[in-house]
């Protein structure tokens, strides 16, 4: 009897219950040994590209590639430049990577780009956008003439003149440089809007409208309306603007652009309480995009309807928490 008790409270001499737990020991320090081999066979994959003998290019651009900061991708990437295995495409892409960060590297590498490939429309459109950053407006105009002269036909050269020239504010230069470039691309219809919206803001909307026009059958019916809308209401003919945006929503009802431009030009009349209504609506088919409760919150301050804009930007906050300060910023409470 009093081995028992004393069994019973030690537990079996013979180890039973330590056999019993085993198994369970040993299921956890499997599944920890598969979990550190799966890392380390992952942690393996990633260093291969840093462990293999770099002697080529690409080598060198894959480790740039996932490599954050200007400096140390210098430090990869300029070296390609004296690389005689490196190609004009590759050393392209090297001043692409270094383009934001350390244009006057980029510069160096897309000179050598030029220099080993001459005649490559690609490499002045580069060169054009690196002299630019720099200030370097004769660097970036003869780098864009040449791009020019190379590829007559080609429509790339002046949709960056476009570019360039809005950026610095000329408008009326940018329609005309875009203008030329539908001319060269009158199938595209994504200069064919672009050359439309520059030429409405450069108060040409005869030229809006017929770049608008070209595009019949090559753009949903839908989002023409839509622009020509825009041209109207630059052009101050809010009336006109609502009917073609009304049209555009009996074209497709879930078009959102739609009815935001609506609730804008709809407010420019004095129909606050449509523009909310057409803006709700925008919000509701474009959950993603935060802009429609922007636009109604900005109209309800403006009238200074204050708790209609508190309700709304605590919509915003709700669904757009992430961008909490980026809210508080474009929908201020006084």
Do not use: W
């Not at 009802?253 to 009349?269: C, D, F, I, N, T």
């Not at 004095?270 to 429609?292: C, F, I, M």
């Not at 922007?294 to 009238?303: E, F, R, V, W, Y």
């Amino acid at each position: 009897m009093e081995q028992a008790r004393q069994e019973a409270v030690q537990g079996p001499a013979d180890g039973s219950a330590t056999a019993s737990s085993s198994p369970g020991r040993r299921r956890l320090a499997r599944g920890t040994r598969s979990m550190l081999a799966v890392c380390a066979i992952a942690l393996g994959i990633h260093l291969i590209p840093l462990l293999l003998p770099r002697d080529t290019p690409e080598q060198e651009l894959a480790i740039a590639r996932v490599t954050v900061g200007a400096e140390p991708r210098v430090r990869i990437l300029l070296p390609l430049k004296d690389h005689p295995k490196a190609t004009g495409a590759e050393l392209r892409e090297a001043a692409e990577l270094l383009v934001a960060g350390a244009p006057a590297q980029a510069q160096e590498l897309a000179r050598e780009a030029e220099r080993r490939e001459p005649g490559k429309v690609e490499t002045q459109l580069l060169i054009a956008r690196i002299c630019d950053m720099e200030r370097m407006e004769r660097c970036a105009r003869v780098a864009l003439d040449e791009a020019r002269q190379l590829a007559p036909g080609d429509a790339r050269p002046d949709v960056l003149r476009a570019e360039l020239r809005e950026k610095n504010g000329d408008t009326e230069g940018a329609a005309q440089a875009m203008g030329e470039a539908f001319q060269k691309a009158p199938t595209d219809a994504l200069i064919g809007m672009r050359l439309a919206r520059l030429a409405s803001a450069a108060n040409q909307p005869t030229v809006a409208m017929e770049a608008l026009a070209a595009l019949q059958g090559r753009v949903p019916r839908a989002r023409l309306l839509v622009e020509q809308s825009l041209v109207r209401t630059t052009e101050g003919r809010d009336a006109e603007a609502v009917l073609l945006l009304r049209k555009a929503i009996d074209e497709d009802p879930r078009l959102s652009v739609a009815q935001l431009e609506l609730g804008v030009a709809l407010y420019r009349q004095g129909d606050l309480e449509g523009a909310t209504e057409a803006l709700r609506q925008a919000d509701r088919l474009d959950l993603s995009n935060p802009k429609a409760l922007l636009t109604l919150c900005a109209m309800q301050l403006k009238d200074q309807r204050l708790e209609d804009a508190r309700l709304t930007r605590m919509d915003l906050e709700r669904r757009f928490s992430e961008r909490m300060e980026f809210v508080r910023q474009t929908c201020p409470m006084p």
